[in-house]
């Protein structure tokens, strides 16, 4: 498992791995009008679904489990 970033919607995202063994949950951190905000998501091989979460981010849900599973994909 390895933490990774990647941009969407015009914001930075750290993904960090919060399992070492599988890809299941994920804390991840963006900084919105500067203030760093933590959210996490948790799902498997068919996607991944945001637990807790704040109006600007949730519309990127797919797009955030997107790129969880292209990380995945290129480092499996």
Known sequence: MINF???IGGFNF????MNIREWKLFQV???IEGVKRRFHM???E????ITDSFPEIKALEQELSDAILQQKRATV
Do not use: I, M
Request: charged residues 20%.
């Open 5 to 7: 970033n990647t941009e």
């Open 14 to 17: 750290e993904f960090k791995t």
């Open 29 to 31: 951190y963006v900084s």
């Open 42 to 44: 948790a799902g498997n």
């Open 46 to 49: 068919q996607g991944f679904s």
